[in-house]
């Protein structure tokens, strides 16, 4: 099989197994959007051993600046200042997220950005996320674990795809 059939054929059979796993057994705690997200990046930054560890580390960095930042969003208060509030919050965040590259583990700032945007798609687009008592609590509803599961998820389904696509190649 060449190469490219070998890994549309990979991505396709194992997008089938997390779309089961997304609407099925890990529903509620496992995103689809929010793993194939990380799996492309996978296949952006080499697909390498090397990847999964910028992906994960950084799109999780991301994924914490991002749960501070909403943290801090609760504590505003609803007035005719909050959007201004809130973009001057978002702003001191994203300046420390992407100074934080200085770091060299923490030095893909797309990543960090993915992981970032990830959690407040996740905040703001699913109803009532966006609370204190979320962002503490100790459950899968928390960002912090079920952006994070996802993405752990996403990255090593773009390790599966390739070394699924390598087999297939052979034959």
């Known amino acids: 099989m060449d190469k490219l059939t070998a890994l549309s054929v990979s991505i396709g059979v194992l997008a089938g197994v997390a779309t089961f796993l997304a609407v099925g057994p890990a529903s509620g705690f496992f995103f ?73 583990q923490l030095a893909t700032i797309p990543c960090s950005v993915v992981g970032y945007s990830m959690t407040f798609a996740y905040l703001l687009q699913t109803p009532n996320m966006l609370t204190k008592e979320v962002l503490t609590g100790v459950s899968l509803s928390n960002p912090l674990l079920v952006i994070s599961i996802s993405i752990v998820v996403g990255t090593y389904l773009g390790v599966a795809s390739v070394m699924l696509s390598a087999k297939l190649e052979k034959k």
């Open 32 to 104: 689809i959007w929010a793993a194939t997200i990380p799996w492309a990046v996978h296949f952006l930054l080499g697909a390498s051993q090397e990847a999964v560890c910028k992906n994960i580390t950084c799109s999780i960095f991301g994924v914490v600046m991002a749960w501070i930042t909403a943290m801090m969003l609760t504590e505003l208060t609803a007035d005719g200042l909050f959007a201004l509030k809130a973009g001057f919050t978002v702003c001191a965040a994203v300046i420390v997220l992407c100074l934080a590259a200085n770091i060299p």
